[in-house]
């Protein structure tokens, strides 16, 4: 059964740095792009970044490029999300998610971890 599993949310000052880790079991994890999404109270669910299955490709929003860096450990299946000078508005549940690089009815989500950004 696939599924993907989410850590090291948690709470941070601003300006802090937190390291999210997603590890996948399952399935064959470097057939997947991978990706970062988060969701704040009350705001839909928001892309934060995506690698490809390889690692060679990286992909931000605008709201996180230079603070935040996603990659990726295919022998150890697990994606990672560095996030660095960490502001209020970084605040929400974030969430993991699987997509084939091919089969697009093939995708997987974590169940999320939290993470709250405040003095």
């Known amino acids: 059964q696939a599924q993907l599993v989410e850590s090291g949310g948690g709470l941070v000052q601003p300006g802090g740095s937190l390291r999210l880790s997603c590890a996948a079991s399952?399935?064959?994890?470097?057939?997947?792009?991978m990706s970062w999404y988060r969701q704040a109270p009350g705001k839909e669910r928001e892309l934060v970044a995506t690698?490809?299955?390889?690692?060679?490709?990286?992909n931000y929003a605008n709201s996180v490029k230079g603070r935040f860096t996603i990659s990726r450990d295919n022998a150890k299946n697990t994606v990672y999300l560095q996030m660095n000078s960490l502001k209020p508005d970084d605040t929400g549940v974030y969430y993991c998610?699987?997509?084939?690089?091919?089969?697009?009815?093939?995708?997987?989500w974590g169940q999320g971890t939290q993470v709250i950004v405040s003095s």
């Open positions: 998610k699987g997509q084939h690089a091919f089969l697009r009815a093939s995708a997987y």
């Open positions: 399952g399935f064959t994890f470097s057939n997947y792009f």
């Open positions: 690698i490809s299955n390889g690692g060679g490709s990286t």
